[in-house]
Each structure stands twice: as structure tokens, then as C-alpha cells.
């Protein structure tokens, strides 16, 4: 089997805004159009972008600075945390944990905490929305 498409690190940030719009045809221009908030398919604020290297790091600023959660991961054999340190540091991610995808691990806690606070807010901002509406 062949890889259908390869991606490099400034095209990894293009698919976050192709999945913020559901433009995921490699194809699609609309890509490119605005999008009003309420008609995006997933707002960066619901996105979470795990990495580890220098190339993720574009994505990583856009995921966070748009209210997204941006993880750094370590290799948990060495324990070197130097990297991800200094990406919290530099505000490009909110949190870090070794890279150990198993259930139950570390990270694996931080995504669904993550997921479960994404579920609250966006029933806030619903909320918010509405009465919005109504007191216009």
C-alpha cells in the first residue's frame, strides 16, 4: 500500500483549516472562503493537536492560539522533557505528557479531561448564543 498523500509541516497547518470547514477533499477550494462561526465543522477551540517535533510546531501556535489544546509529547524511555518545556514556554503548547498512546496512560487521561471540558463549553457557548438571540 502507498501513502495516498504526503504532508509536509506548512501543509499540516492547511488540513486544520480543512478540517475547521469540512473541506477535506485535497480538491476543495472552500478552503479558502470565510466561514462564519456558527457554520464551521469543528471551531479550532474544539481541536486537540498532539506532537512532538519542531514541524508540529506551527500547529501546535495556531491550535493554542485559537483556544485549542495543544499537547507536546516526550519519549518516555529517556524522560527528556527539555523539548516540551520549552514549548510551554514559548506558548506553544498548554500541556505535555509522555508519548504513551496506551488507555489509562497519562495522556490518554489528558484527552478525554480535554474532551469533557470541550463538551461543557461548547453547551455554555450554546447557551450563550441563545440568549443572545433572545435578547435581541
Not at 508540529?56 to 495543544?70: F, R, T, Y
Request: proline share 5%; charged share 30%.
Amino acid at each position: 500500500m502507498w501513502p495516498a498523500q504526503v504532508v509536509n509541516f506548512t501543509g499540516k497547518t492547511q488540513f486544520l483549516f480543512r478540517i475547521e470547514k469540512g473541506a477535506l477533499d485535497v480538491n476543495d477550494r472552500n478552503v479558502n472562503e470565510y466561514y462564519p462561526p456558527e457554520d464551521l465543522r469543528v471551531p479550532f477551540r474544539n481541536m486537540i493537536y498532539i506532537g512532538d517535533s519542531d514541524t508540529d510546531i506551527p500547529c501546535m501556535k495556531l491550535v493554542n492560539s485559537q483556544g485549542g489544546h495543544a499537547i507536546g509529547v516526550y519519549d518516555p524511555d529517556t524522560g527528556d522533557k527539555t523539548k516540551v518545556r520549552k514549548m510551554m514556554r514559548d506558548d506553544r503548547i498548554r500541556y505535555f505528557a509522555p508519548a504513551d498512546y496506551r488507555e489509562e496512560s497519562e495522556l490518554d487521561t489528558l484527552v478525554k479531561q480535554i474532551i469533557d471540558s470541550t463538551v461543557y463549553n461548547e453547551i455554555l457557548i450554546k447557551k450563550h448564543n441563545e440568549q443572545m438571540k433572545d435578547n435581541s
